[in-house]
């Protein structure tokens, strides 16, 4: 009886510190992320949406992509860069890790002067890029992947992406994995020199 | 019906209906590309078309169209065109009933 009693009392413990949780959660994101600026590459009208209404509601600011290559566009010409970006691995036009690439090898050029230094001699060293670009650090890319294909991570992380998370899109995972990013981002990124 | 849907989602039922309604409105044109799909014999386009109404479906927790996108995307890759027929039948008629709840 005694046993059964304390039982009781630790479910009933367990049961309200879940409840607690969840109401507390979306409280606990800083204000400082919610302020995030996230692109969304993804394909599906479906998922696309759905991110973006579980994103906006959260307090991000979004903006979509249908195609890798409309993703590398926006990335390039955004006037105040990005924070974070979901990208879809398969998208018509330009999947994922060929977006990717082209944003790393874009990167590269406009946050890391100091690489070209290293370049040919007599190269144009083009400070004005680098003065004209507004990104300063690395940003996080996220893979969204269908399914959990082994060996799938691997080719995210070779291809120059940060982490992914797999479909179906689950609005926990999408949050806790921008906490992860975003913050470490801000963290350790390239002060503006 | 719809309910638990939007409640796991944490939408709220505009919102979810929303999506649903974006989802009839796709799945119908998918489901078209994909009986020309059939028609033609492109078992390649059809495993694709299949497997991006499968991904949709899932999302939005809409089970059974996932299911009948699963079988579709199966018998597609074995070959199996007639079966693949079939079902988008089948996934066509849902997409009207599902349709008429979210008009109503």
Same mark, same amino acid.
């Given at each position: 009886?005694e046993?059964?009693?304390?039982n009781d009392?630790e479910k009933?413990?367990?049961?309200?510190?879940?409840?607690?949780?969840?109401?507390?959660? !979306?409280?606990?994101l800083?204000?400082?992320?919610?302020?995030?600026h996230?692109?969304?590459a993804e394909?599906n !009208?479906i998922?696309?949406?759905?991110a973006k209404m579980?994103l906006?509601?959260?307090?991000y600011?979004?903006?979509?992509?249908d195609?890798g290559?409309?993703?590398l566009?926006?990335f390039i010409t955004?006037s105040g860069?990005?924070d974070l970006v979901?990208?879809d691995?398969?998208?018509?036009?330009m999947?994922?890790?060929?977006a990717?690439?082209?944003?790393r090898?874009?990167?590269?050029?406009?946050?890391?002067?100091s690489?070209?230094?290293?370049?040919k001699?007599g190269?144009?060293?083009s400070?004005s890029?680098?003065?004209?670009t507004?990104?300063?650090k690395?940003v996080?890319?996220?893979?969204l992947?269908?399914?959990?294909i082994?060996?799938?991570?691997?080719?995210?992380l070779?291809?120059g992406?940060?982490d992914?998370i797999t479909k179906p899109?689950?609005r926990d995972?999408?949050?806790?994995?921008?906490e992860?990013?975003?913050?470490s981002?801000?963290?350790?990124?390239?002060? !503006?020199i | 019906?719809?309910?638990?849907k939007?409640?796991?989602?944490e939408?709220?039922e505009?919102?979810?209906?929303?999506?649903?309604h974006l989802?009839?409105?796709?799945s119908?044109?998918?489901?078209?590309?994909l009986?020309?799909?059939i028609?033609s014999?492109?078992?390649?386009?059809v495993s694709?078309?299949?497997?991006?109404?499968?991904?949709?479906?899932?999302?939005l927790?809409?089970e059974?169209f996932f299911?009948l996108a699963k079988?579709?995307?199966?018998k597609?890759?074995?070959?199996?065109l007639?079966k693949t027929?079939?079902t988008a039948?089948?996934?066509q008629?849902?997409?009207?009933?599902i349709a008429?709840?979210?008009?109503?």
């Amino acid at each position: 009886m005694e046993n059964q009693g304390r039982n009781d009392n630790e479910k009933n413990t367990e049961n309200s510190r879940h409840q607690k949780l969840s109401v507390i959660r !979306p409280l606990e994101l800083p204000e400082t992320k919610n302020s995030a600026h996230i692109l969304l590459a993804e394909d599906n !009208p479906i998922n696309q949406k759905l991110a973006k209404m579980m994103l906006i509601k959260a307090g991000y600011q979004v903006e979509t992509a249908d195609t890798g290559k409309e993703a590398l566009d926006k990335f390039i010409t955004s006037s105040g860069g990005f924070d974070l970006v979901f990208m879809d691995m398969q998208m018509p036009e330009m999947d994922g890790i060929e977006a990717t690439y082209h944003i790393r090898k874009w990167e590269a050029k406009s946050i890391a002067p100091s690489l070209m230094l290293n370049g040919k001699e007599g190269e144009d060293l083009s400070t004005s890029i680098f003065e004209l670009t507004p990104h300063r650090k690395r940003v996080p890319i996220i893979a969204l992947t269908a399914n959990a294909i082994k060996g799938d991570k691997e080719k995210c992380l070779e291809g120059g992406m940060d982490d992914y998370i797999t479909k179906p899109i689950n609005r926990d995972i999408l949050f806790e994995v921008i906490e992860k990013w975003v913050s470490s981002a801000k963290l350790s990124g390239v002060s !503006p020199i | 019906m719809l309910k638990n849907k939007f409640e796991r989602l944490e939408l709220k039922e505009d919102e979810y209906i929303e999506l649903v309604h974006l989802f009839v409105l796709t799945s119908r044109s998918d489901i078209n590309k994909l009986q020309s799909a059939i028609n033609s014999n492109d078992t390649e386009k059809v495993s694709m078309i299949a497997h991006s109404l499968k991904g949709a479906a899932v999302n939005l927790g809409l089970e059974e169209f996932f299911e009948l996108a699963k079988i579709i995307e199966e018998k597609a890759r074995d070959g199996q065109l007639e079966k693949t027929a079939e079902t988008a039948y089948i996934f066509q008629n849902k997409l009207d009933g599902i349709a008429d709840i979210i008009n109503s």
